[in-house]
């Protein structure tokens, strides 16, 4: 049985305890700040890191949340999902700080505002003290971007120091015959810049010449916060009529911010002669083919093989792949999209659109099969009139349509998607 002596000591602790997180509870201080981390000159296509800290003299925080604003001029993400937990000493007090980094890339030159973010969090005196919901807006930035020397206005421009290119011609002769394929393949990869602003290659398209571009493989890597992008292209062209065909050279250049250099890689273009094909003999075997040719069925068992294949490893990807990710992919580019047709910048949009398309949906990879497939005469008409002003540059374009049918579209995917789940589902459940 406890004595009267330790009743009084344990009631004087219980006293003291409670004055004490009152106290604490009083002076606990939180507040938010914004900053730019880069101090020197900030070019177009630069990534600029925006620094986001979260301030309390208490015990911690929870329940962290904030929404990226769309940004005119420029793409605003939050590449990697680490933090940075800092501490500092204002006036005696003990702050924890924790940091989240934000990558901004500017996309025109001139003044760029960053207007303000809503941050909430919540955070305590101290342990077992009263837990408290916080809410801020950051002050608006205005970040002065420059545009590199050489650069046309308007240009979409990558500012890398760290930038790869390799390419690959898959022909076997420049001499070929109609109906022969041949492919170009582009590898690219940047540091501290996304997937998403590698721009798509340009298309050389003329008569009895088939371009057929591929759904391009974008990727993002982060280690410790240091963001990678990676972007594989490839185009096959298809000899539809006899003639001499000249498929012109691909020129890249990138800005390097250290040595302040516009650095240019030039892909060698290609040039053919097609002949007509062999005259067949007017012979044919039992499977419909010319003699010394494989048969139909051997093409058609071949056929199958590599659909079956391919349709394999999409769906093993796509089952590795979490839900929330794809989402989240999905969401993210769309966004980004919306900011570039609002910022009517065309060459941005066109970078935008291909990997939106990417990110979306796997049947619509492609943009000539996305605009067959949705049927919408406005989205054709806008899609069409974004290529001819990448063609012919024009300072009147304004996404604004384009977005307006996007969305719409966006809208039509979902529904089809969320329609093919449930019948999936019920033909997995039946009743």
């Known amino acids: 049985m406890m004595n009267k002596l330790g009743l009084k000591s344990m009631l004087l602790y219980c006293l003291i305890f409670s004055v004490f997180s009152a106290v604490a509870e009083d002076r606990l201080q939180t507040n938010i700040n914004i900053s730019v981390q880069q101090q020197n000159t900030i070019w177009i296509g630069q990534q600029v890191t925006l620094n986001l800290d979260l301030k ?58 960053v207007p303000p ?22 002050q608006a930035l205005q970040i002065n971007i420059k545009n590199p020397p050489g650069v046309a206005a308007g240009d979409l421009v990558i500012t890398t120091t760290d ?73 096959i062209w298809v000899a539809e009529k006899p003639g001499t065909y000249k498929i ?7 800005w390097d911010p250290a040595s302040e250099v516009l650095k240019q890689q030039l892909i060698p273009g290609l040039e053919l002669e097609v002949q007509p094909a062999a005259v067949a003999t007017g012979k044919f075997n039992a499977d419909g083919a010319a003699e010394g040719q494989p048969s139909l069925y051997k093409w058609y068992l071949l056929a199958g ?52 398309l990417v990110c979306c949906s796997p049947t619509s990879r492609s943009l000539q099969a996305f605009a067959k497939n949705q049927a ?9 009139l974004l290529q001819e002003t990448l063609v012919l540059p024009q300072d009147s374009w ?23 789940l449930k019948t999936h589902l019920q033909s997995l459940n039946p009743a």
């Open 117 to 138: 973010i809503t941050v909430r969090f919540n955070s305590a005196a101290g342990f077992n003290s009263e837990i408290k919901a916080f809410e801020f807006q950051t």
């Open 163 to 235: 930038f790869d290119l390799d390419y690959q011609w898959q022909a076997e002769t420049s001499t070929t015959k109609t109906g022969d394929a041949f492919t170009l393949t582009i590898n690219r990869s940047a540091g501290d810049i996304s997937a998403m602003l590698l721009p798509p290659i340009p298309v050389y398209r003329v008569e009895g010449l088939a371009a057929y571009p591929q759904a391009p493989e974008v990727k993002d890597k982060t280690n410790r916060g240091d963001l990678s992008g990676e972007r594989s292209d490839s185009i």
């Open 376 to 384: 919408d005469p406005l989205l054709s008409a806008e899609l069409l």
């Open 56 to 113: 309390t003299t208490g015990y911690g925080f929870t329940d962290a949340h904030f929404n990226l604003p769309e940004v005119a001029g420029a793409f605003l993400m939050q590449t990697d999902t680490t933090t940075i937990k800092l501490t500092e000493q204002i006036d005696g007090v003990s702050w924890q700080i924790i940091r989240y980094p934000l990558a901004l890339y500017p996309q025109q030159a001139g003044q760029l505002l």
């Open 248 to 254: 012109p050279a691909i020129r890249f250049q990138w």
């Open 305 to 356: 093989i590599l659909i079956t294949i391919l349709t394999a490893v999409f769906w093993r990807r796509l089952r590795h792949t979490p839900a929330d990710s794809l989402v989240a992919s999905e969401k993210t580019a769309f966004g980004m999209l919306s900011t570039a047709c609002q910022s009517n910048m065309p060459v941005q949009v066109y970078a935008a659109l291909n990997h939106w």
């Open 398 to 420: 304004r996404g604004s349509e384009l977005l307006r049918a996007l969305k719409k579209a966006r809208d039509q995917l979902k529904q089809a998607d969320t329609e093919a």
